[in-house]
């Protein structure tokens, strides 16, 4: 380059060993550029894209012709295809388990708050009324008022506990199956009994159908059933009274090597945002009537639970019944000793 000292003018400039510095410049890109070459620019052509900036010598990189592209990207695309792959699915693997801690959160977080909301109604009213009982508040006539709403209270406590209690069986894998045999008119009385009594209760009318064979055996565990169906009865009774012309249907019927059971109200039946979640664990209906009944949300769940431990399922076949109005549950178990154990 041309420097200028006062008047005076100085071209500056540096000796190599061309010889030796080449080979060393074409070392350091050779794994970039393999057959690359290092060309001394002698004339003024000008700077080009691929001159060098400190020194007078252009890159030169021959061209690669389509073909040998087209293998080259051949070669490479099995493996980058491999990599995208992989890392799409550690990505998914670890969206899914993010998204099952969520999940996990969620549910204790309902759970704790599900479980607490409903101890707090019957201990509050055991504490008030135990104080205004203890303290000679309560006048002799109204006495066995104040301790039947004690002993509803104790039962209301009682069987949230053993859902809770039950839950956490289900949960732990250690409900075991106690199978027994029994005929169609033999079940359905035992679920009759419940259904009258809970109906009796809330002045609603028990309906029941029975379409299973006289005689017929059904092998399977008789309590889990009855505990299913009492579900599925009080579900009903709790959305139907009040209604005019309440009315709890419940139908066995055989199919083939299956047992059906339906249970339909007459009550508002189920929201259709409710539809899906419907049978999950802490979850209650939107709507009004279905907010005030209370409850943690764990009944429907536990029935499905056990309809799947006695090799069977739990459906919401309608929303709201043709005839009925209300929501309409069928349970379907089978009947042959050995799927049912």
Known sequence: REAHVGETSFYQGFIGDWDRLKPELLRRIQDEFPEADLIPVTS?????????????????????????????WRQVR???????????????????????????????????????????????????????????LVPESARQEYLDTLNRESIRLASLVEDVLEYARLESNKVR?????????????????????????????????????????????VDLVHRIATVLVDNGVRHARGREDAVVLVRLRADHDHLLLDVID??????????????????????????????I???????????????????????????????HFRLIIPSHPRTAS
């Open 44 to 72: 003024d052509e000008g700077i080009s894209e691929w001159q060098v900036i400190n020194l007078p010598v252009r890159l030169q990189v021959p061209e690669i012709p389509g073909g040998a592209a087209r293998v080259a």
């Open 78 to 136: 099995g493996p980058l295809i491999t990599m995208w792959a992989a890392g799409a699915a550690v990505l998914v693997v670890a969206g899914f388990g993010l998204w099952n801690l969520v999940s996990l959160m969620e549910r204790r977080m309902q759970f704790a708050y599900g479980v607490t909301h409903e101890l707090r109604t019957p201990l509050t009213t055991f504490r008030l009324y135990s104080d205004m009982l203890s303290a000679g």
């Open 177 to 221: 199956l106690s199978v027994t045999e029994t005929d169609g008119p033999s079940l359905l009385a035992t679920i009759e009994e419940t259904l009258v009594e809970r109906c009796r209760k809330n002045g609603v009318r028990p309906q029941t159908e029975n379409a299973v064979l006289n005689g017929e055996p059904i092998r399977t565990d």
């Open 266 to 295: 007459s009550g508002p039946g189920i929201d259709r945002r409710d539809a899906r979640t419907i049978f999950k664990p802490f979850r209650r209906g939107r709507n009004s009537e279905t907010s005030a009944q209370g409850g």
């Open 297 to 327: 949300g764990l009944g429907l769940a536990l029935a499905r639970s056990w309809a799947q431990l006695l090799g069977g399922r739990l459906e919401l076949v309608a929303r709201r019944h043709e005839h009925y109005g209300g929501a």
